[in-house]
Each structure stands twice: as structure tokens, then as C-alpha cells.
């Protein structure tokens, strides 16, 4: 199939449509959860949307998206409130809380889910598709729902972004403007019970957590300002919806939620590798130069402490005997040192014994060696 | 009596379910008393990645070495876990939300790619069918055994030998890693013994109960003990009896409403939580806001007793000491104020004549204490 075949396609057009809005409204929301160490909550949130997308489909009495995705905000929302109760007023950690609500909701889903399949309904089929998501069967009507949920949870955002950022990065400082610290953040939560409402249908409730955490996580190693993190995060996140998306269309039987969920993985990976700054290479690239640099001030100060210890500003010194000094060849050290004329490789005097021809500092090598002793001793003081 | 057991199919399957909330419980109480329960849910989805690989190389679902495989991946899910966090990166929490996602997608694309005709379906992965545990057996001598009797009973021994022999170890492990790891005892490598554990635990109940279910069985019974208890080895005996409690009225209730064994199970374990939580003997909601208010109105009838004292006998008396003034200059509303009364006389520490309050001997001494709590008698 050729790429504008592809594109022209239906199904295919509604799946890319959802997996970029998801990628849009996940990469944004994440950025926030991320940074407020709730990672783990966009996780029990999906999981706890099962109950509310058989309740709501009880209660609708048919597949209707609306009252699903309703269900599932609302079951959602109400996982996240439980796990604030049961880790405020009892001794149980974060992460037993977040480890109980997502267990215990998934569980009521499973409940709900077989008795809807006991009630013998013919709607009924494709319920479980949430589980895994089911990107193929978007329609265009979903696109609308997941549109307009993705848009209120934007504007919130653009509305509310002052605050949010505060919040994010400074919550006690919030506390002292006299800003409504608590209501924010149920808001932010609720925002990603909003995601992760929108991430149902694409990518089910198993992989949604990776959809939240790993567009902000990639997009936090190429930035440091918020603005910038949560436009990279939604870009990130729109990249890699569409890129799997597309990939599952051409493949012809590969899930679309694990593709989308490789891809923006992906992404992390390569940021985390190559990210100016915070990534692994320049990181490596910093430390060998970082080393380089401090063998070549070695070399350069030993030079320059056996001319002053000979009480000889010439003091010619052998290579044998700078190499046993530091325990390594340092030849190369040396030719770097002559390049930049700060030494010299001179013939020894006559009539010594040892090598015909020795190592002498210039007046340049002995002005920098006392620059740099100089510069040691002061980050020593 | 074991001919019993293995006709009885209800039996079977409460068995099975127990089984999974007992072997469970023994690793579960060390990951909530660290810390680190979602490792759990980690650990529980990427084995799946474990179960497919393995499945791959070897074309058989079950037995001990495809326990052992699919629970490397899941050890493997915490040390990537560990190796991500390390990078001083990400948090330890992003971290585990990016790591088991990966493998569980690379598992269940490799489900579609080489093994749509395997059983273990999509549906499987997170949900299991405990129901269905005494369809598949072995034949043991003259006996039919269900293959997850086998091998829940076999985890749970193993577990159970694990806790009980290094149980000073992980102890210490637990409370003071420091500590441990200063007397020589390698916290770290008990804690990926650990792991593994809860890996294989995961793998064998995996049929029984799938991912998502198998971590209520790991969180929830040690941490409804966790509310009910301070001391370690009771917090295992609680747990136990959450895990077996939960599968027998689980099943019960399943069976009557007609809807999935192993979900009514995780979810019975959940409202035995709700009631340690809620009515747990010394950390329950209900026994805190019980503490709360004894001690608010211990400290009201002390505020009375020493407002009655510091006026006694003094000029303004009979304005002070009645129920008027405590409206007045304590602040105190008419109900308040009447019933703070009515307790100090219950408790035989004021007397009430008409209007007016007066101490008793034992009031006296009690706004005495409070005033000079070392019981240094100014002059």
C-alpha cells in the first residue's frame, strides 16, 4: 500500500486522527504528572476506568461512547480520591495505595464485565476491547468525543497555566500566594483521568501509563523550561501516536497500542542517549575530556615542580622518569603539550648519562603551570 | 480424604485461590513494608514478555523451567527499573512506568506475530480463569491434580522456606537496610531473591488469576495486616487470613451472582481492607477519630477543672464558677458547655449547686496536677 492510499483510508485516517489526539492531550498532562512524581497514577486511573466503562454501559444500556467514557472519569477520578484517603489517614504508603486502588478497581471491573457477558446483551460485544484498546474500531464520532475532551483539557491548561507551574514546581510557595494548592491539584488529576479516558479506546488501560510518563519524560532530557518541556511532550507524544499508528496499518495484524507505546519508548531512549546536556553521550564526551584535561595539567605542574625543585627553570626531566611518575605513558600528553608550545624536547647536555634528549618547560609552559597551580590553590582555599 | 478434595471442584478452586493470596502474602508483606509494591504490578506484566519468550524456545507452557524463565523477565523488568533510576533521570516511579510497558507491548506483539494459536490470549494475560484450574490436571499416581494446585503449592512452600529461613535477614533488610548491609548480610541480593520469587509466584498464578489480578493478591492481604498490626510474624498470619477468607467468600459470592471467581476474590480482598481500614483496633479510621475525641474532651473537662480552680475562693467566684461564665469567657457554646458539666460530674470532679460549679477534692487535685505537673508545691 502506498503512503497516500494509506492515508486514504477510513479506518486508517480515524486511528491516526485518535492516536495523535492522544499523543496530543497525554504528552501535555504527563509533562505535569511527571513532574509531580505521580507517574504511577495515570496507571491505577486507567485501571480503575474499567468499573465506570461497564457501569456506564450498564446504566446506557448500550455501547454508547458518551456514558463509557463518563463511567470511566468518574470511576477514575474516584480511584485517585480513594488512594488520597487511604494513604492520608492511615499509615499505608504511596505506593500501596496506588497499588491497592488499581488492583481492587480493576477487580470490580472484572465483576461488572462478566456479569455484563451473564446478562446476555448483544451490544455487549468489544467491551473488553478497552482492556487492550481497540484502535481499528475508532469511529468518526469517537474522534469527536476524544476532540473535544483533548480541547477542554488544552484550555484548561493555557487557562490555568500559571498556576499549574507553580504548583508543579512549588506547592508550599502556592500555598503562600494564597492559591488554591488542593483544588489545582484535583484538577491536574482529574485532567489525567481526562487522558487516560481519551487513551481507552487507542490503547486500553494496560499500556496507558507509558503513554502518560514516556512523551514527558523524553521530552524533559532536551529541555529545562516547562513551556518548552510540555510543547516537546506534545509533539513527542503526537509523533509517536502517528508513527504507530501508521506502522499497525502497514504491518496488517500487529496491535496498534504496543506500537504506539514502542515508538514513543523509543524516543525516550534515544533522548536519554543523545540529549545536549542530560544525555548519555555527551555525558561520556564530557568525562574524557574532563580527564584528558586534568592529565594534561598533571603533566604540565610535575614539569614545572622538578624545575622549581632543581631551582632550575630549564630543568630538562627524562620521559622514563615522567612516565614512572604518573603510572601511564604519557607521551601523548607531552607531544600535546609541545603543540601548544608550552614544552619543548630538547637534546640533553653533554657528558650525562640517560636518553640523548629531554623535556624542558618554555617561559609560556612555566607562566601556564603557575596559572594552574594557581587556580588549584585557590579552589583549595 | 484427598479423593475428596480432588472431586470437589469448588474446593479446587477456593484451594487455588488461597494458595495464590498465601505464597503472595510471604513476599508481598516484605514489598509493602519497603516500599516498593508497584513493583509488583511490574513484575506482573512484563512476565508476560517472560511467559512468550520462553514459550518461543521452548514450545511448552508450563513447568518448572518456564516458571523460572518467565520469572528472570520479571526480575530483569526491576533491574532495567533500577538501571533507569540510577541514571539519576527519571524518578523511580516514571521509571517503572516506563519500563513494563515496553516489555509487555514486545510480549504481546510477538503473541500476534508467531504465537496467534497459543492460549494464552489477551484475555488471559490480565484476567486469568481460576474457574477453569481443575479442567487442566496431571496424573500423579492414582490422581488427578490440578496443574495450579501443583504449582501454587509448590511457590507457596517455596516461599514459605525462603521467609522462614532468612527470616532475621530479611527482617533487618526490611527495617535497616544500613544496617544489614554493614553486618555483611547483601540486602541487595536478598531483595532480588525476593524478586524472583514474587516473579515465579506471579508466573504460576498467572493462569489462576492473570496480571492485574495477581497484584491484589501481593498488596492487599499484607497491607490490610500491615493497618491491623505492628509485629512482622503477625502481619503474615493476618495476611493468610485475609488471602483464604477472600477465595472462600469470593467464590461464594461469584458463584451466587454469577460473574468472575478470580475478580470477586481480588475484590473481597479489597473489602477486607475497607474494614481494617476503617475499623482496625489501633490505626482504623473510626479507632483514631474515637482517640481524637476522648482526648478533646479529657482536655475540656482540664480546662473546666482549672478555670474552677484559678477562681476558688477568689472574689470573682460566684460570677466565674457557673455555667454562664463558661459561655462567656471560655467560649464554650450552651450545649458544650452542658455537657462538658454533666462529664466532670460523672466522673466525680465537680459538684453542681444550682447554678454555681465547685470542685471536688479530686477535681482540686487534678487542676493542681495540671498546674504544677512536677508536684512542687508553691509555698
Known amino acids: 500500500m502506498s503512503v497516500v492510499e494509506l492515508l486514504s483510508d477510513y479506518t486508517i485516517q480515524n486511528v491516526v486522527a485518535g492516536a495523535a489526539l492522544l499523543g496530543l492531550v497525554s504528552g501535555v498532562l504527563g509533562s505535569f504528572a511527571v513532574l509531580r ?15 465506570g466503562v461497564c457501569l456506564g454501559f450498564i446504566i446506557a444500556g448500550t455501547r454508547d461512547i458518551g456514558s463509557i467514557l463518563l463511567g470511566a472519569l468518574a470511576t477514575g477520578a474516584l480511584a485517585a480520591l480513594v488512594m488520597l484517603l487511604l494513604t492520608r489517614m492511615s499509615r499505608l504508603k504511596t505506593d500501596a495505595g496506588l497499588g491497592i486502588t488499581l488492583s481492587v478497581f480493576f477487580a470490580m471491573g472484572v465483576v461488572l464485565l462478566t456479569h455484563i457477558q451473564g446478562m446476555n446483551n448483544a451490544s455487549q460485544g468489544g467491551l473488553d476491547a ?31 497555566w500559571k498556576e499549574f507551574k507553580l504548583v508543579s514546581f512549588d506547592p508550599e510557595f502556592a500555598t503562600s500566594l494564597g492559591m488554591p494548592v488542593a483544588w489545582l491539584e484535583v484538577l491536574l488529576t482529574v485532567m489525567v483521568a481526562l487522558a487516560v479516558v481519551v487513551g481507552l479506546q487507542m490503547v486500553g488501560v494496560v499500556l496507558m501509563a507509558a503513554m502518560i510518563i514516556a512523551p514527558a519524560v523524553a521530552a524533559r532530557q532536551w529541555s529545562r523550561r516547562l513551556e518548552d518541556m510540555v510543547l516537546l511532550a506534545a509533539l513527542i507524544g503526537v509523533a509517536g501516536g502517528i508513527f504507530g499508528a501508521l506502522l499497525s496499518a502497514l504491518s496488517r495484524g500487529l496491535a496498534t497500542g504496543p506500537l504506539i507505546i514502542l515508538s514513543v519508548s523509543s524516543v525516550v531512549l534515544v533522548s536519554m542517549t543523545v540529549a545536549p546536556e542530560r544525555g548519555f553521550l ?29 631551582d632550575d627553570p630549564v630543568y630538562p626531566s627524562e620521559q622514563g622518569m615522567l612516565d614512572t611518575y604518573h603510572g601511564l605513558r604519557t607521551r601523548a600528553v607531552l607531544s600535546q603539550l609541545e603543540r601548544r608550545g608550552l614544552a619543548e624536547w630538547q637534546a640533553s647536555p653533554h ?16 607562566a601556564e603551570a603557575e596559572r594552574v597551580l594557581d587556580a588549584l590553590g585557590r579552589e583549595d582555599a | 480424604m484427598l479423593t475428596a478434595l480432588l472431586d470437589n471442584v469448588a474446593l479446587q478452586i477456593m484451594l487455588v485461590g488461597a494458595l495464590v493470596g498465601i ?48 520469572a528472570l523477565a520479571g526480575v530483569l523488568t526491576v533491574f532495567l527499573t533500577e538501571l533507569l533510576v540510577s541514571t539519576r533521570r527519571v524518578k523511580k516511579d516514571a521509571a517503572i512506568g516506563l519500563v513494563f510497558p515496553v516489555l509487555f507491548s514486545i510480549g504481546v506483539l510477538l503473541l500476534n506475530l508467531y504465537a496467534r494459536d ?107 495486616a500491615y493497618l491491623l498490626t505492628d509485629r512482622l510474624w503477625l502481619m503474615f498470619l493476618y495476611g493468610i487470613a485475609v488471602s483464604i477468607a477472600s477465595s472462600v467468600s469470593g467464590y461464594a459470592l461469584a ?16 473489602v477486607f481492607l475497607m474494614l481494617a481500614f476503617l475499623a482496625g483496633p489501633r490505626y482504623g479510621v473510626v479507632a483514631q477519630l ?65 447554678e454555681a460549679l465547685r470542685l471536688t477534692s479530686r477535681g482540686r487535685e487534678m487542676a493542681r496536677e495540671i498546674l504544677d505537673p512536677s508536684g512542687r508545691r508553691s509555698a
Open chain 2, 255 to 270: 458463584v451466587a451472582w454469577d460473574v468472575s471467581i478470580g475478580g470477586m476474590m481480588a475484590v473481597m480482598t479489597g
Open chain 1, 282 to 310: 555527551w555525558e561520556a564526551l564530557r568525562r574524557v575530556r574532563a580527564r584528558r584535561r586534568l592529565r594534561y595539567q598533571q603533566v604540565l605542574t610535575t614539569l614545572y615542580r622538578l624545575a622549581v625543585h632543581h
Open chain 2, 290 to 354: 474515637l482517640r481524637r475525641r476522648g482526648q478533646r474532651r479529657h482536655n475540656e473537662i482540664r480546662t473546666l477543672a482549672v478555670h474552677l480552680y484559678n477562681h476558688e475562693g477568689g472574689p470573682e467566684q460566684g460570677e466565674e464558677n457557673v455555667i454562664r461564665a463558661l459561655r462567656d469567657h471560655l467560649r464554650w457554646d450552651a450545649a458544650k458547655a452542658v455537657g462538658v458539666v454533666q462529664r466532670g460530674s460523672d466522673q466525680r470532679l465537680i459538684v453542681r449547686e444550682g
Open chain 1, 130 to 160: 478497552f482492556l487492550f484498546g481497540q484502535a481499528a474500531a475508532t469511529l468518526r464520532s469517537d474522534l469527536w468525543i476524544m476532540g473535544g475532551i483533548t480541547a477542554v483539557a488544552l484550555l484548561l491548561v493555557a487557562a490555568l
Open chain 1, 37 to 51: 512524581q505521580q507517574s504511577l497514577l495515570g496507571d491505577t486511573m486507567s485501571h480503575a476506568a474499567l468499573p
Open chain 2, 23 to 70: 505464597a503472595s502474602t510471604l513476599v508481598g508483606t516484605f514489598l509493602v513494608l519497603r516500599g516498593t509494591s508497584m513493583l509488583s504490578d511490574a513484575i506482573g506484566h512484563s512476565i508476560v514478555f517472560g511467559i512468550v519468550i520462553v514459550w518461543l524456545i521452548t514450545h511448552q507452557q508450563s513447568g518448572p523451567v518456564q516458571i523460572l524463565g518467565a
Open chain 2, 118 to 224: 497459543v492460549h494464552i490470549d489477551t484475555h488471559t494475560v490480565l484476567l486469568g480463569e481460576i474457574g477453569f484450574v481443575w479442567l487442566d490436571t496431571v496424573t500423579l499416581g492414582d490422581y488427578r491434580v490440578p496443574r495450579s494446585l501443583l504449582s501454587m503449592g509448590a511457590m507457596t512452600l517455596l516461599n514459605a522456606a525462603f521467609v522462614v529461613l532468612f527470616f532475621k535477614e530479611l527482617k533487618l533488610a526490611t527495617f535497616d537496610e544500613a544496617l544489614a548491609k554493614a553486618l555483611g548480610l547483601a540486602p541487595g541480593l536478598l531483595f532480588y531473591a525476593l524478586l524472583l520469587l514474587t516473579s515465579g509466584t506471579a508466573v504460576a498464578a498467572f493462569d489462576a488469576v492473570g496480571a492485574v489480578l495477581f497484584v491484589a493478591f501481593v498488596i492487599v492481604p499484607p497491607s490490610t
Open chain 1, 351 to 366: 657528558g650525562e648519562p640517560g636518553p640523548a634528549r629531554r623535556w624542558v618547560l618554555t617561559p609560556a609552559g612555566i
